[in-house]
């Protein structure tokens, strides 16, 4: 094999693997932009019963328990597990921040009608 075959076979080969190393890094960038820009909703408030319901399981905790957690009494967890909508929003972000979670506000998904 002459010299110049094989500078040759060794621009092919570097080319083949400059294209390799390109794509890899591109979806690794889309994967890590996916992953920077989403976030697990868990539901809206009126799903709050249903989340709260599913975390007290998954954690085989009583209201009571989680009451104590967050700093409020038994009778404002019931009070907030019947209509999340009338309470305080410091005593759902205490119950929330307990629960691994936060409020967010987001623009409503826009409906085809």
Request: charged share 20%.
């Given at each position: ?11 092919q ?90 409020i ?10």
């Amino acid at each position: 094999m002459s010299a110049s075959e094989y500078n040759e076979l060794l621009h092919q080969a570097l080319s083949a693997h400059q294209q390799s190393l390109s794509a890899a890094t591109s979806t690794l960038e889309r994967q890590l932009k996916m992953a920077m820009n989403s976030s697990e909703v868990a539901g809206n408030l009126n799903q709050f019963n249903y989340v709260l319901d599913d975390y007290l399981r998954q954690h085989q905790m009583d209201l009571s328990t989680l009451a104590m957690l967050a700093g409020v009494s038994k009778n404002t967890m019931t009070r907030l597990k019947k209509s999340v909508e009338s309470c305080r929003i410091d005593t759902l972000n205490a119950v929330l921040n307990v629960m691994g979670m936060e409020i967010v506000i987001a623009r409503k998904a826009q409906t085809d009608e």
